[in-house]
């Protein structure tokens, strides 16, 4: 199998033969200010604790923050992987980590409770990404019942690849 820094070059590699945008790296100092400065006070729970929830895999599972060092997130043939801090018109994208777990953690409809403790990192039309630290795995799950884990990987080169299959 391929190491991440092959994986991430043969996704980008991709993405431009398909002529998709690559996003830019998070800059390594807003990276950093993201990892240590605690959230807002102001912030409702739901919102801290999934802030300090995206802090803890960033600093924990240094293969899964890699990907920030080489572009902030990717949207490529329906597979989505949640960006840290693109925006357009200074607007967050719809596809930001925190709003796509803000939201999960505190939705006016319905709170999924196979979610509140598991950090979302993606989607594509049928499935969620999730890290779940509890099982310390990345898990592919299904997005109608999302008690069903399709796939769990613990390396995040293996989850990466997995991904990448089901696109290419």
Not at 39 to 67: F, G, M, N
Request: proline share 4%; aromatic share 12%.
């Amino acid at each position: 199998m391929k190491d991440l820094t092959q994986l991430l070059s043969s996704l980008k590699s991709l993405m431009v033969a398909d002529d998709y945008t690559l996003a830019s790296p998070v800059a390594p100092e807003v990276l950093k200010d993201l990892i240590c400065n605690p959230p807002p006070v102001e912030w409702a729970d739901h919102k801290k604790s999934a802030y300090i929830d995206i802090q803890k895999l960033i600093k924990t599972r240094l293969d899964y923050a890699q990907v920030f060092n080489a572009m902030d997130g990717f949207e490529y043939n329906g597979l989505t992987f949640y960006n840290l801090v693109q925006a357009e018109n200074e607007n967050l994208l719809w596809s930001n980590i925190y709003i796509r777990n803000f939201e999960a953690r505190d939705n006016e409809i319905y709170v999924d409770p196979n979610l509140t403790d598991k950090v979302l990192i993606g989607e594509d039309g049928m499935s969620l990404f999730a890290y779940s630290f509890a099982d310390d795995c990345f898990q592919i799950r299904d997005k109608a019942s999302t008690d069903y884990v399709i796939e769990s990987h613990t390396e995040f080169d293996s989850f990466l690849s997995s991904l990448i299959q089901t696109v290419s």
